[in-house]
């Protein structure tokens, strides 16, 4: 599937994980680290993600979901964890 | 405590496009962005602020032991810039982090101390960015390279046993070790 926002759809945390993997792919050489994505993955230590890509990620991720992530919210986003946890968060508030 | 960063001028022409929409306004406060437009390289502003950044966070993450991504909440000021060096503060919850940058064409290198007599105490090695940069440190110095109890760099020096505090930063082609020799 290959929609421009995905805005308004019903995602499981999975799906969410699987297009943040999308998302991150370009930015990472780690292949093996990038197969076996999890909620412990970390941006910087696992993916080895340079620091100014990390603010690509973050831009590809509000275009991807529809959101906005503030600066506070960005502060934690060095997990995969934390991340989905974000999204799910402020897609929340778009729904509500 | 220190914290060192190095940026690769070409490489980031290639791989970091701050030119991006929303890209510079997610790390940058107004006042830094005012110094990026009124600048002459924006190229080189751009990443001469954002190396004060992240060597004042290795700096900050090594005094406090928290992680964070948030350029915006570490606040550059310079006291002086020209074409090859750049002196400034970056300022992250009433901390203040001093900043001596080396400018040229090929890259933008920041040193970062908490205290401005460390400065004549440090000792930094350009290498290039390869798997076996901890093997050309130890040829270059005769110290090695090793991590300390908060799995946070350090130098051993191999005659004197002497351990010091340690940066390491890496971008594109180069890669670089800041060390407090006292």
């Known amino acids: ?18 297009e943040l993997k999308n998302i991150i792919t370009p930015y990472s050489e780690e292949t093996i680290a990038l197969q076996s994505i999890d909620d ?10 340079n620091s ?17 992530i503030d600066n506070d919210s960005m502060a934690k986003m060095l997990t ?12 929340q508030e778009n729904a509500g | 405590m220190l914290g060192n ?20 306004n997610k790390i940058f406060s107004a006042r830094e962005l005012e110094l990026i ?16 950044k992240e060597a004042a966070y290795k700096c900050y993450n090594r005094l406090t032991s928290e992680r964070l991504f948030n350029p915006q909440a570490f606040e550059c000021a310079l006291f002086s810039s020209c074409n090859n060096s750049a002196s400034g503060v970056v300022k992250r919850n009433g901390q ?21 007599w460390m400065l004549d105490h440090l000792s930094v090695q350009h290498l290039k960015n390869n798997a076996a940069y901890s093997v050309d440190f130890t040829h270059s110095t005769n110290c090695s390279l090793q991590k300390d109890r908060n799995h946070l760099p350090e130098v051993i020096n191999k005659n004197t046993q ?7 930063s890496h971008d594109g082609q180069y890669l670089c070790i800041a060390f407090l020799k006292v």
């Open chain 1, 1 to 18: 599937m290959h929609v421009s926002s995905l805005r308004n759809t019903i995602m499981s945390k999975e799906e969410i994980i699987a």
């Open chain 1, 40 to 49: 412990e993955t970390d941006f910087l230590k696992d993916l080895k993600i």
């Open chain 1, 52 to 68: 100014a890509n990390l603010v690509d990620i973050v831009l590809d991720i509000e275009d991807r979901f529809n959101i906005e």
């Open chain 1, 80 to 91: 995969v964890k934390a991340t989905v946890d974000i999204i799910e968060n402020k897609r």
């Open chain 2, 5 to 24: 960063d190095i940026v690769d001028l070409k490489f980031a022409k290639l791989h970091y496009n701050w030119r991006r929409k929303g890209y510079l």
């Open chain 2, 37 to 52: 437009n009124s600048s002459k390289s924006e190229h080189t502003m751009v990443w001469l602020l954002w190396s004060m």
């Open chain 2, 96 to 116: 203040s982090f001093f900043t001596k940058t080396e400018i040229n064409q090929n890259y933008v290198h920041t040193l970062a101390y908490s205290g401005t």
């Open chain 2, 162 to 168: 002497q351990k010091h505090m340690a940066s390491i």
